[in-house]
């Protein structure tokens, strides 16, 4: 079984065979973890922490029209007495104070982006009439950027591994990524072991809530996008009645997500693949828009990942560009849909050439920030079971069965969603800031999910099976590739801007179909060059 795990090339069919398996036994074994009271304001047994003061100010000479403050808020929320944690808070103030109806908080995907860069930059795209009636809000969360930017591994450490990572990897590959994960949970120990315990998404919520109360409000407004949506799902969860409208992106099924992760993962690795697999696809027909593949393009992909291992692009930083670093890009500019394809054809093509490329740019220090936070976070609110047999197999078969993206990116090092289990299972840190109550949102006002049928981040049937969970949700599609909608669809983004305004849902089963086609080459678009680190609301078309 180690040896199928260790050459992802072998059959397709034995690695889906095994994880469906092994994760059906993992189902079945699976405790249901103790409810918390949703709605609590603190943990039984102890007192509510001080309310924070923000003292807004200038944003770092910045005359964009936001204000910045800290907020002090528990390091452990079992302890509001105990040791603080400060956290970074943006705002800019409702343009109509006359008809403000309250404060909206933008917050991003990852976990890693930054909350405070995300709502400064997406601002503009806000239409005048929520930017006229909200306070637009957003915040680092502990452990992000200027709220204690988490470290495990340093650049250096970081640069090793993707370095010497391959697109195509080689017997020895699942043990050398079970290896990595375990110095990776090790580094973040040694280096931020006082502030990894505190940095799940239930501590990040309550969080939220003492920033509501500094703001003076009753209740918060909500946008939050892939990761942002579990934070949104967990807050409704413990606050539901502090909810008064509230919209999750590109949206997790929250119990697989933090209870059973492999079976998430086998979904995420399944939807990654699908939606590269489609573009690749698209080359095959159009060949004079893509530009990549003679017609074979599938073909034409695995020999460029074999040859950039054999033989690697030196890039004008010094380090080398492998079959590994194009997976790794690729993984994150296929989200940005159909408009970027004819893009992302001229990328590979340029790859092919040995010529400078997005594709072909190495994960950076900046990246490295991200994928810190992305990992350590995931690994306080996941619970992967700890079993090393289990890992290896299930990590090597999830591999084996995303055969164009999946090897590479789930049997090399600590970096994205596909590839925790490898860390998170060999975790040694405590979790107490992991959210382990019901998921209902009993006496929320109603949520919106939205859903994208392509999505190669946040499979849809996650949005299908949040929607199912809450008991006010309510779906809204949006029938197109890439990850998220707001602003991806005009229809998506209309209702969306209703609701958040007046709270009028879109009918039951609504379906939007109006997705950007493939960009004609030539003219860029806000797709173009999308990575880990950059995350913004786009401007609609």
């Not at 452990?143 to 020895?172: F, I, K, L, T």
């Not at 992760?261 to 939807?271: E, I, L, S, V």
């Not at 700890?386 to 591999?399: K, Y």
Request: charged share 20%.
């Amino acid at each position: 079984m180690t040896r199928l795990a260790d050459d992802p090339r072998r059959r397709v069919v034995w690695g889906i065979s095994l994880v469906l398996i092994a994760v059906t036994a993992l189902l079945a074994g699976v405790p249901t973890p103790a409810g918390a009271a949703a709605g609590a304001a603190a943990p039984a047994g102890v007192g509510a922490p001080p309310i924070p003061v923000l003292s807004w100010g200038p944003c770092d000479g910045s005359e964009d029209g936001f204000e910045c403050a800290t907020a002090q808020v528990p390091l452990d929320h079992r302890r509001p007495a105990g040791p603080t944690l400060a956290l970074a808070v943006t705002r800019r103030p409702a343009t109509d104070p006359a008809h403000r109806t309250g404060v909206l908080v933008l917050h991003p995907g990852g976990p890693g982006n930054s909350g405070v860069n995300f709502a400064r930059s997406s601002y503009e795209a806000l239409p005048a009439s929520l930017r006229g009636a909200f306070d637009v809000v957003g915040y680092d969360m502990r452990g992000v950027a200027r709220s204690g930017q988490v470290e495990c591994w340093n650049d250096e450490e970081y640069a090793a591994a993707v370095d010497g990572a391959r697109g195509v990897p080689g017997p020895g590959a699942l043990k050398e990524a079970v290896r990595q994960g375990a110095d990776f949970a090790a580094a973040c120990q040694e280096r931020s072991g006082d502030l990894v315990p505190f940095i799940g998404t239930g501590s990040n919520a309550r969080d939220l809530d003492l920033l509501r109360q500094a703001l003076g409000e009753e209740t918060l407004s909500f946008y939050g996008r892939s990761f942002g949506s579990y934070v949104g799902t967990v807050y409704a969860a413990q606050f539901p009645r502090r909810v008064r409208a509230m919209v999750l992106d590109g949206a997790y099924d929250p119990r697989r997500y933090a209870d059973v992760p492999y079976a998430y993962d086998a979904g995420q690795f399944a939807a990654l693949d699908a939606a590269v697999g489609r573009f690749l696809d698209w080359c095959g027909r159009d060949l004079v828009a893509c530009g990549f593949g003679d017609g074979r393009p599938r073909q034409a992909f695995e020999e460029l990942k074999r040859n950039l291992d054999a033989d690697p692009v030196i890039t004008a930083s010094g380090r080398p560009a492998t079959g590994y670093t194009l997976a790794y890009r690729l993984m994150f500019n296929i989200n940005a849909g159909k408009e970027i394809w004819p893009y992302l054809g001229q990328a590979l093509r340029s790859a092919q050439a040995r010529q400078s490329s997005f594709l072909l740019s190495p994960p950076s220090p900046a990246s490295f920030d991200f994928l810190n936070v992305n990992m350590a976070v995931e690994c306080a609110d996941r619970l992967y079971p700890s079993s090393r047999p289990l890992l290896g197999a299930l990590v090597g078969a999830e591999a084996a069965s995303a055969p164009l993206l999946g090897p590479p990116i789930g049997l090399g090092p600590p970096t994205y969603d596909h590839n925790h289990a490898p860390t998170c299972a060999q975790w040694s840190a405590e979790r107490p800031s992991r959210f382990q109550g019901s998921y209902r949102a009993a006496g929320s006002a109603p949520i919106l999910v939205l859903g994208t049928t392509g999505d190669p981040d946040t499979p849809y049937q996650d949005a299908v099976a949040l929607a199912g969970t809450l008991d006010s949700g309510r779906l809204l599609t949006f029938a197109a590739e890439g990850h998220t909608a707001y602003h991806r669809s005009a229809c998506v983004s209309a209702l969306v801007d209703d609701y958040l305004a007046t709270l009028a849902l879109p009918a039951r089963g609504t379906v939007c179909a109006d997705e950007a086609p493939p960009e004609p080459f030539g003219r860029r678009t806000a797709g173009i060059e999308v990575d880990e680190t950059r995350d913004v609301i786009p401007v609609l078309r």
